[in-house]
């Protein structure tokens, strides 16, 4: 209820009276006031007699909240009066799919479509994303794991190893087989029922609903949510659903936090719409005032609610859209005769699921949409994985080696036949061809190991978390360490391009008001000189001095700095101590907050003078926003009518504004954007704008007019308009109605904002241009402000010869500009490019353009790219992976307008900034400063990609050895299918003997230390080069592998071996058999400690010696136990003749020593005759230690000679 006298409504059959308050007797007042009394009881108690169950309404179909089935057919019933509730038609007439009306009747609420609150079994506000039931688990986790080629290729080893002609137990491979897709099924299960669990926590979450049958606010469960619920929302609790503001506990709007749903940590205003205000136009009387003040929250919220059912309001909406701050629909109130008076309803009414009510004692709001249609659901999809290029280089690996094994058995198969006694079979019979192909399939298949995607997984998951760990990367101040969001980090060791965002990436984001100019003066510095030791810049005593007079130029400077306490969306905190800190004096200053540092910055350079923005407030008469704020003459106040915020289409923020009487529309934003809206050029003050801009500091054009009375009620009929379209084109009709407001301005003045560099950015670029990594820096800034901030950071030095490509008017003339710039170029061996972003869009739009933009790129080492759009950001970033699709790029930014730019990235690093957490939301790894990019590259990024390239090409390579015996075998035995190794034997090898020790050897192995990889940046090259991963690399270890298979076979083989095979007869065959086998594993674990950089530490020869001793047991177990014997009986007693017959012990010993000397010899004569990048700088790092400790010996001896 309002606390105040209304005008009455035009309703008559609620007998209210038309008529000012004071035309009218306390007697009428209190006569008046009992009939709504009376009324009021009525619909308390017509709401409470006539509802049913909700469920039993909404499973009829009917859509109405808070009347029985029959009452839907446009009856409704008023202490036994049964009269007619119309409905037109066109409440009902939905133009699309997805929209959506809230009719208020008296007694009720009608939905239209009434299916919107029938889905998902009536619990439409029920979330879900949880992906398996108990039904669907096992069947979903197969469906996804088969998705996998590999996984397809092993059940096809384990169908065909159930058939009795196979050489090997089917056992043996479908148990593991099986075991790995319950382990995949089972972790799976284990992380959907994290969701499972925290969807129930979610739907168990309360709000207090309105019911009618207890004519109060009774908490119910999220999930029994439905559209067209009234909801009371206190203070610190989140929205259940996405709500429309109906009223605050300050009257039309509110505050909420946005963190959950865009990461933005600034507060944001929402307002009722402007028929909410209409709707409680009831007089009440001086009494009711009184016993207003004396009702509960909850009771004024029913007044309203009570005066909105009076009302009759009409929400119509639009459907659901992704967007998270687009809402489109109007709001109108059924008045007794004279239609429907609509006002439009947009995302500045819309409470989002999941913010939360903030700095308001308590709103009313209406349930728009619910479940899978909130703003929250909608944007909650995934987005798409990134697929490294380490991951294609190892499927390509695979399919090769797939593509041998094939052939080989191929070949097998053919010989098999063809030197077969019987007549060719190509079919059915156990020695047919098809057969035997079949059983050199099996025999081979463990060329691509089951374990490799495991364990490559495990690793990676390693790696990740030593980047989360480390404490190179922990941020002083907030004490955050970096955090790797994906497990995929492979690429971060093969970068060649860095795009980086510069506001709050490069620099701090941390504003201060350092110039301005007014009437063509320029009035120094504001910031504070630290050598003078004086409280006051010079700037601010120069405008201080001006504002004590009278003349011209004081108006002018008075009006500038009203214009920054006015034109902004902060708000007003007190200020708070920090901890161990006293407590804050009472007149100290107020804290300005808002999403913007730029606009806080101007506020309070605007405070420093003398013009103070004090707060916001709400006019009781009017419901409009006032601005209050302090000048030379007092405290003013002036009135909010419209506020068009800042985004990066407009590049610019306006309010129209009320003040002393006249309407003023000011405006503020990027100079480019605001010179076309001067009602004249730039005179000198493009000068002094350009000088500012040099000094790397952050321009705005502040501008404003006079607006007429009624060209402002005219521009507002027409606004209100737009404001009320339903359809797509609306964000057009008002951008475009608002731009008509939005001209023939006249110049007040412009601000200059300082925004100092991150600590060690100049040193992190110079790092990595060392590296050999090319700089990209996108930026939304003016040309000469961008390229002195390129210069302060170092990426452009005084020797770096500078191409601009910037100022095109259409295709050929950025066809030209590039041209010159590429021939500029060409002569230069230091060279830096500058792009703006009016050439980038004329050059993208043809092949020529682009192609010239990719080749200036690639051959200057920086480049600083302006006036950008996020967008462009984007296109620039695809452009590089088009042309060049072997080159890795990452971005790096810290606000929403970067996202594009991570997403298309191959690597995308969110800074945790001031802008928000939505680059943080979609980012890889994100880091807190920009210079723990060169720790996350030059460490964990090269060493990642080094131990990922080595563990992928020693898997293969063990792989491939292991097979050879069997190849070897194929022929000595004339084709015959046999298997060389005993099967569990094999089964083990990648589990026990070659494979989980793997991953502690490499992910702990470390070349040099963190200090070095940062001394000595070209080590990074290796990776970008792809030096360790390679056709070249690849075919030499794999060639070793075919050396290594063989000769471990053949050793043992024509020592005391033989071909005298059986199956189960434990015989010299099988003795050579298990021989081979362990000198497999020993030279498998010997070229491990040979490929590791640091073969010696604990990780390494703790875990070796570990699977080694694992050989040790399992040949124990299977040889000398019973349970051995009969899973593996061609073993029997084999184990214990390695010691007893004579020569078994040395060859064990010998062989692979002798297998692995031309690997020793290969390492050898690297080291000397090509030693590489790495190497060299091993030994420089040797030399100057030896040097030390000369220097330290020399230095001991002189001291002993001294007496």
Not at 213 to 224: G, I, L, Y
Request: neutral net charge; hydrophobic residues 40%; proline residues 4%.
């Amino acid at each position: 209820a309002e606390s105040r006298p209304r005008a009455a409504s035009a309703h008559a059959h609620v007998g209210s009276h038309a008529g000012p308050p004071g035309t009218m007797s306390e007697t009428n007042w209190r006569s008046m006031q009992s009939e709504r009394s009376a009324r009021m009881s009525t619909w308390r108690d017509t709401m409470m007699g006539r509802s049913m169950s909700r469920i039993s309404q909404i499973s009829k179909g009917t859509g109405v909240t808070g009347m029985s089935s029959s009452q839907t057919s446009g009856q409704s019933v008023i202490r036994g009066r049964t009269r007619s509730v119309t409905l037109r038609d066109s409440e009902f007439d939905l133009k699309t799919e997805g929209e959506r009306r809230i009719l208020f009747e008296e007694h009720a609420v009608d939905v239209v479509p009434h299916s919107l609150n029938s889905q998902h079994g009536l619990q439409p506000n029920r979330i879900r994303t949880a992906k398996f039931t108990p039904l669907t688990w096992l069947p979903c986790s197969l469906y996804h794991q088969f998705r996998r080629i590999a996984n397809v290729y092993f059940l096809c080893i384990a169908l065909l190893v159930c058939f009795p002609w196979s050489p090997k137990r089917w056992q043996s491979k479908v148990f593991p087989f099986v075991g790995v897709l319950l382990w995949t099924a089972l972790k799976d299960l284990y992380e959907d029922r994290r969701r499972m669990i925290d969807d129930k926590k979610e739907n168990s979450r309360t709000s207090k609903r309105f019911d009618p049958s207890t004519k109060s606010f009774t908490a119910v469960p999220w999930e029994d949510l439905f559209v067209g619920d009234v909801l009371f929302i206190p203070r610190e609790e989140a929205f259940p659903a996405d709500l429309l503001l109906l009223r605050s506990a300050t009257g039309d709007s509110a505050f909420i936090s946005t963190v959950a749903l865009d990461g933005e940590s600034a507060l944001k205003e929402r307002k009722a719409p402007l028929n909410c205000h209409k709707a409680l136009e009831i007089s009440v009387s001086p009494t009711d005032i009184c016993k207003a003040d004396r009702q509960t929250d909850e009771e004024k919220a029913m007044h309203v609610l009570f005066a909105i059912h009076v009302r009759r309001a009409r929400f119509k909406l639009a459907p659901p859209e992704a967007a998270l701050w687009s809402l489109k629909g109007t709001m109108a109130l059924a008045q007794a005769g004279e239609g429907t008076a609509a006002c439009p309803v947009s995302e500045h009414n819309l409470l989002p699921r999941g913010c939360v009510l903030r700095n308001t004692d308590w709103i009313l709001g209406v349930v728009a949409f619910v479940g899978e249609e909130t703003k929250a659901r909608l944007n909650s999809t995934k987005a798409d994985a990134k697929f490294s290029q380490m991951q294609t280089a190892l499927n390509n690996s695979v399919w090769g080696l797939l593509a041998c094994l094939i052939f080989v058995c191929l070949y097998s198969a053919t010989m098999s036949v063809l030197t077969s006694d019987e007549d060719v079979n190509i079919c059915c019979s156990d020695d047919s061809w098809l057969i035997m192909f079949f059983k050199f399939c099996i025999t081979y298949y463990h060329v691509v190991p089951l374990s490799l995607y495991v364990c490559f997984e495990m690793l990676k998951l390693m790696l990740g978390y030593q980047v989360n760990v480390d404490e190179q990367m922990r941020d002083p101040l907030s004490g955050e360490m970096a955090l790797a969001r994906t497990t995929d980090l492979i690429e971060l060791g093969q970068i060649s391009f860095v795009f980086s965002d510069k506001t709050g990436t490069l620099t701090a984001n941390e504003m201060i008001f350092a110039k301005c100019c007014v009437a063509g003066r320029d009035f120094g510095n504001f910031k504070p000189d630290a050598e003078q030791h004086t409280s006051e810049s010079p700037g601010v005593t120069a405008v201080k001095a001006i504002l004590t007079k009278s003349d011209a130029e004081a108006e002018q400077v008075r009006w500038f700095f009203t214009c920054l306490a006015i034109c902004h969306s902060l708000q007003v905190e007190a200020p708070i101590a920090a901890a161990g800190e006293p407590a804050p004096a009472k007149d100290a200053p107020v804290v300005y907050t808002g999403m913007s540092p730029d606009e806080v910055a101007l506020a309070e350079g605007a405070r420093s003078v003398g013009v103070a923005f004090e707060c916001r407030q709400s006019n009781k008469e009017t419901e409009k926003k006032e601005v209050v704020f302090r000048g030379l003459s007092g405290q003013q106040v002036a009135t909010l009518l419209y506020e068009f915020e800042f985004n990066s289409d407009r590049k610019r923020m306006s309010v129209l504004v009320r003040l002393g009487g006249q309407v003023h529309l000011i405006t503020k934003g990027a100079d480019n954007i605001m010179e076309k809206l001067l009602a004249e050029p730039l005179g000198e003050e493009l000068q002094i704008l350009n000088s500012f801009a040099k000094e790397g500091l952050r321009t705005l054009i502040v501008a404003s007019r006079r607006v007429e009375e009624d060209e402002f009620n005219k521009w507002q009929d027409k606004y209100t308009a737009a404001c009320n379209t339903m359809d797509n084109s609306r964000d057009e009709k008002m951008a475009a109605v608002v731009n008509e407001m939005e001209t023939s301005l006249h110049l007040c003045g412009i601000t200059a904002v300082e925004d100092r560099l991150q600590d060690m950015v100049p040193e992190a670029i110079e790092t990595l241009k060392a590296a050999g990594v090319r700089l990209w820096v996108l930026t939304g800034d003016k040309t000469e402000t961008a390229v002195d901030i390129a210069r302060s950071c170092r990426l452009f030095t005084n020797d770096t010869t500078l191409a601009f490509a910037t100022g095109a008017a259409d295709e050929e003339k950025a066809l030209e500009i590039l041209r010159e710039a590429k021939n500029t170029l060409s002569k230069a061996t230091l060279s830096g490019l500058v792009l703006d972003g009016l050439t980038i869009h004329f050059a993208m739009g043809c092949e020529a353009g682009e192609q010239l933009i990719y080749e200036l790129g690639m051959n200057s080492r920086s480049c600083v790219c302006t006036r950008l759009s996020p967008k462009q950001k984007r296109e620039l970033v695809h452009l590089v992976r088009r042309r060049s699709p072997s080159t890795v790029t990452l971005s790096i930014g810290d606000g929403a307008n970067d996202v594009p730019m991570l997403e298309g990235a191959h690597v995308g690093i969110g800074i945790r900034g001031k802008e928000g957490a939505q680059a943080v939301q979609v980012s890889d790894v994100a880091i807190s400063q920009f210079r723990f990019l060169v720790p996350l590259l030059l460490c964990h990024g090269r060493k990642a990609y080094r131990r990922i390239a080595v563990f992928l090409l020693f898997y293969l390579y063990k792989n491939v050895a292991l097979a050879m015996g069997d190849v070897v075998w194929m022929h000595q035995n004339g084709y015959d299918g046999g298997i060389a190794f005993a099967e569990y034997l094999s089964v083990n090898y990648n589990i026990f003997f070659t494979s989980w020790h793997v991953l502690f050897v490499l992910a702990f192995d470390e070349c040099v230390s963190d200090k070095v990889s940062v001394q000595y940046p070209e080590l990074y090259q290796v990776g970008p080069s792809r030096q360790l991963f390679n056709a070249r690399v690849f075919v030499k270890w794999m060639a070793f592998a075919v050396f290594h298979g063989c000769g471990a076979w053949l050793i043992p083989n024509l020592a005391f071996g033989g071909t005298d095979y059986s199956k189960t007869e434990p015989n010299d065959f099988w003795l050579s058999s298990c021989v081979s086998f362990v000198v497999i594993v020993l030279i498998t674990c010997g070229k491990l400690l040979l490929a590791a950089e640091s073969p010696w530490k604990p990780t390494a020869t703790i875990s070796t010696a570990v699977a080694l001793l694992c050989l040790v047991v399992i040949l124990i177990l299977l040889g000398h136990t019973s349970i051995g014997n009969s899973m593996q009986p061609n073993m029997d007693s084999l184990p214990e003749k390695f010691f007893t017959r004579s020569g078994v012990f040395g060859l064990i010993m010998a062989a692979p020593a002798a297998l692995l000397i031309p690997d020793c010899t290969e390492k050898a004569v690297g080291f000397f005759l090509w030693p590489s990048t790495l190497q060299t700088v091993r030994n420089k790092i040797w030399e100057e230690d030896a040097q030390v400790s000369v220097i330290a010996g020399v230095g001991q001896q002189m001291s002993t000679a001294v007496p």
